[in-house]
């Protein structure tokens, strides 16, 4: 089990950033249309990614 309180959360321009994507709305469409589980996570409005979610999606789409 990950230690959530040392897992930084990222807001979305943030977390497309360090997924290498260039316009932070492909979350958003990824978030509604369900492409893929990157489990976000909404205070009312905001919207952040924890960084372990990031990188258990990095992780799973390595070419091996």
């Not at 959360?9 to 290498?20: E, H, I, S, T, V």
């Not at 932070?24 to 990157?38: F, G, S």
């Amino acid at each position: 089990m990950r230690d959530n309180h040392h897992d930084p959360l990222l807001d979305r321009k943030a977390a497309a950033k360090y997924l290498g994507l260039t316009n932070p709305h492909t979350l958003a469409v990824w978030d509604c249309t369900k492409r893929y589980d990157l489990q976000p996570i909404k205070v009312g409005r905001a919207v952040r990614y924890r960084k372990s979610s990031l990188d258990d999606f990095l992780n799973s789409r390595l070419v091996r």
